[in-house]
């Protein structure tokens, strides 16, 4: 997906400078093994990554599909988008890494940014789940 994926999108800057107006500090362009995640917080092994819904087809949200209709091609360049996602956080956790998967939907509103970027900030510094995951329920159809 590397020709699809553009680095440095919108919500992946608000990420970024939300963590680091909360004190945290990391390099850009970081890798963990071959996986490339947007925030690399290595020293406490967290992985962040910041989804575009449409290209990582957030699931019931209404910004990753379009009224256009899919050919058999863009299907299979999704579904494999999906699977790799998957793949990535099944290798990171069973590296004992903790991943978090920031929506592109939830930046999008200034005040449910903030509460996602608490409850991220909460989930880094106090819960040893591996798994953390923006939602937004009001963009849900
Ligand atoms: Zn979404």
């Known amino acids: ?23 945290y ?11 490339k995640p947007d925030i690399v917080l290595a020293s406490r092994k967290v992985a962040i990554f910041v989804h575009g819904c449409y290209w990582h087809q957030h699931e019931g949200c209404r910004l990753a599909y379009s009224d ?3 050919s058999a091609q863009w299907k299979k360049k999704f579904q494999d988008n999906i699977e790799r996602d998957k793949k990535v956080v099944k290798e990171l956790t069973e590296n004992h890494w903790r991943v978090a998967v920031i929506w592109e939907c939830s930046t999008r509103d200034a005040n449910v940014f903030d509460e996602i970027i608490n409850n991220l900030h909460d989930w880094i510094q106090n819960y040893r789940n591996q798994y953390f995951e923006s939602r937004y329920k009001k963009i849900l159809v």
Do not use: C, Q, W
């Open 1 to 23: 997906m590397s020709g699809i994926r553009s680095t440095n999108t919108k919500p992946e800057i608000l990420t970024r400078k939300a963590l680091h107006r909360l004190g």
């Open 25 to 35: 500090r990391f390099r850009l362009d970081s890798k963990v093994g071959k996986i």
């Open 68 to 70: 256009r209709n899919y």
